[in-house]
């Protein structure tokens, strides 16, 4: 595997959840900073987004946001960040997001996580990347989504095989081995129809 230097983090810009994803993204911020990953995210300063760079840049770490110009008032973009970039639109912070990481981590978060989520395990899938997606399924969060991504392997949708494309943890302190130990996998488009 690789060395991850640069871990893009997806997670929920809401603050009124549950105080066990509020603590996973505080604790997985300092997790990164301690073990010289940067982190690139969202660019807002709210909710688990907020809370995550805020523990990046607490404990010394590096953390590079990117915000479209039409949310970066409604997310309250980051002002304390290594780097901010504000970009045109959803689809430019989507693309730099992934260029500028090695490895993905999902944490609890909304329909915006899932979308991101759904697209990066698409490009994957597709040959577009072949970077690690971990998924921290704290407290069962992402089970229905993963007993969903089974019922379409099921359904032929997808391949058997293809809930590889990401890897599942439960627990944040699987996250960092698990990145360690991530197979260099490469998906052949050209088999997604087979």
Same mark, same amino acid.
Request: charged letters at 25%; glycine letters at 10%.
């Given at each position: 595997?690789?060395?991850?230097?640069?871990?893009?983090?997806?997670?929920?810009?809401?603050?009124?959840?549950?105080?066990? &994803?509020?603590?996973?993204?505080?604790?997985?911020?300092?997790?990164?900073?301690?073990?010289?990953?940067? @982190?690139?995210?969202?660019?807002?300063?709210?909710?688990?987004?907020?809370?995550?760079?805020?523990?990046?840049?607490?404990?010394?770490?590096?953390?590079?946001?990117?915000?479209?110009?039409?949310?970066?008032?409604?997310?309250?973009?980051?002002?304390?960040?290594?780097? =901010?970039?504000?970009? +045109?639109?959803?689809?430019?912070?989507?693309?730099?997001?992934? +260029?500028?990481?090695?490895? &993905?981590?999902? @944490?609890?978060?909304?329909?915006?996580?899932?979308?991101?989520?759904?697209?990066?395990?698409?490009?994957?899938? =597709?040959?577009?990347?072949?970077?690690?997606?971990?998924?921290?399924?704290?407290?069962?969060?992402?089970?229905? &989504? =993963?007993?969903?991504?089974?019922?379409?392997?099921?359904?032929? &949708?997808?391949? +058997?095989? +293809?809930?590889? @494309?990401?890897?599942?943890?439960?627990? =944040?302190?699987?996250?960092?081995?698990?990145?360690?130990?991530?197979?260099?996998?490469?998906?052949?488009?050209?088999?997604?129809?087979?």
């Amino acid at each position: 595997m690789k060395d991850i230097k640069s871990l893009c983090v997806y997670c929920g810009s809401s603050g009124n959840v549950d105080d066990s &994803f509020r603590n996973a993204a505080s604790t997985m911020g300092k997790t990164m900073a301690d073990a010289g990953v940067q @982190l690139v995210y969202g660019g807002g300063h709210v909710g688990l987004m907020g809370l995550i760079a805020d523990a990046v840049m607490d404990n010394g770490g590096e953390a590079i946001g990117i915000i479209p110009e039409h949310i970066s008032s409604k997310e309250v973009q980051h002002k304390g960040l290594t780097e =901010l970039h504000v970009v +045109d639109t959803m689809h430019t912070r989507k693309q730099m997001m992934v +260029d500028k990481s090695d490895a &993905f981590l999902i @944490l609890p978060g909304g329909i915006g996580t899932l979308d991101e989520l759904c697209e990066i395990m698409t490009w994957r899938q =597709l040959g577009i990347h072949d970077k690690p997606i971990i998924i921290a399924n704290i407290n069962g969060y992402w089970t229905p &989504f =993963l007993d969903m991504i089974n019922h379409i392997i099921k359904a032929g &949708f997808m391949r +058997d095989g +293809d809930e590889k @494309l990401m890897i599942v943890v439960e627990s =944040l302190d699987e996250v960092m081995p698990a990145l360690k130990e991530a197979p260099d996998q490469k998906f052949d488009p050209s088999s997604k129809w087979i």
